[in-house]
């Protein structure tokens, strides 16, 4: 089974009704349905809290959680490990640290896909699958 890894940006696409966000509902569907699963890191999560509270109020931030967290997608700790893994991600790709969580999840099972409309993960892309959401 395929673990969908989205990323804050793909999870912020489907929100705002951006591109890509019908293949982002595909995926939450499809995780819904049972016939794959969805993941986001919990620095991802609290990056959608903090941009969406910053654009829209925490009001707005509140019910977007809510409605992220009623389709059961599992929030991925930061341990030790992860934290160390995505520390040298981070070193190797020269991305943010943040976004290194979501290389270091994809990371963790061949059956993994990370879902982001970032570019900039491109330099990871030699060592785990990404799917790209369109450019805006």
């Known amino acids: 089974m395929v673990t969908y890894v989205l990323d804050s940006s793909a999870i912020l696409r489907y929100f705002e009704d951006e591109a890509g966000a019908a293949r982002v509902s595909e995926i939450i569907q499809s995780h819904l349905q049972g ?3 969805a993941i986001i ?7 959608i809290a903090g941009i969406t509270c910053k654009k829209r ?6 019910a977007a959680l809510g409605r992220l967290g009623a389709f059961g997608l599992q929030i991925v700790a930061a341990d030790a490990h992860r934290s160390v893994s995505a ?3 981070k070193l190797q790709h020269n991305l943010p ?3 290194a969580f979501g290389v270091a999840l994809a990371a963790e099972g061949p059956d993994r896909v990370l879902v982001t409309a970032d570019f900039d993960f491109k330099a990871a892309a030699r060592d ?3 799917e790209f959401l369109p450019v805006k």
Request: glycine share 8%; aromatic share 8%.
């Open 41 to 47: 890191a919990a620095l991802h999560w609290g990056e």
């Open 35 to 37: 016939t794959s699963e």
């Open 57 to 62: 109020g925490r009001k707005a931030m509140d």
């Open 97 to 99: 640290y943040v976004d």
């Open 128 to 130: 785990v699958k990404i």
């Open 87 to 89: 520390a040298l991600i």
